[in-house]
């Protein structure tokens, strides 16, 4: 395991957004779908690919608070531009969104 400094840790912003939109990206190597996220006002909505699909269905996942690293560069997905890191608790192939546990406004930074 590496060691961060503080300083390395508040280069990382991670974000609350709202899945407006998810996709099926057939497109993808592996099971992914592609999702709008609004990060609120100041950031605003960004795209995302996300390897998701075996514990969410694209309807449960509209409308659902995500935490995602926002200030990564673009990634290239087959023919998709990702803008941003959707985080999740990895086991394997499912994925479990990380999500925060009361109501909180779009854009709220997680330290």
């Known amino acids: 395991m590496n060691n961060?400094?503080?300083?390395?840790?508040e280069k990382v912003e991670m974000r609350v957004g709202t899945i407006l939109e998810a996709k099926d990206f057939p497109e993808s190597k592996n099971p992914s779908f592609q999702l709008k996220i609004d990060f609120g006002e100041k950031i605003g909505v960004l795209k995302s690919s996300a390897q998701i699909t075996v514990r969410y269905t694209?309807?449960?996942?509209?409308?659902?608070?995500v935490i995602a690293v926002v200030n990564f560069p673009k990634k290239q997905i087959a023919n998709f531009m990702s803008e941003c890191l959707v985080l999740g608790a990895v086991d394997g192939k499912r994925v479990t969104l990380l999500q925060p546990g009361l109501p909180v406004e779009n854009g709220l930074r997680i330290l």
């Open 4 to 9: 961060l400094s503080w300083e390395d840790f």
């Open 58 to 65: 694209k309807e449960e996942l509209v409308g659902k608070k």
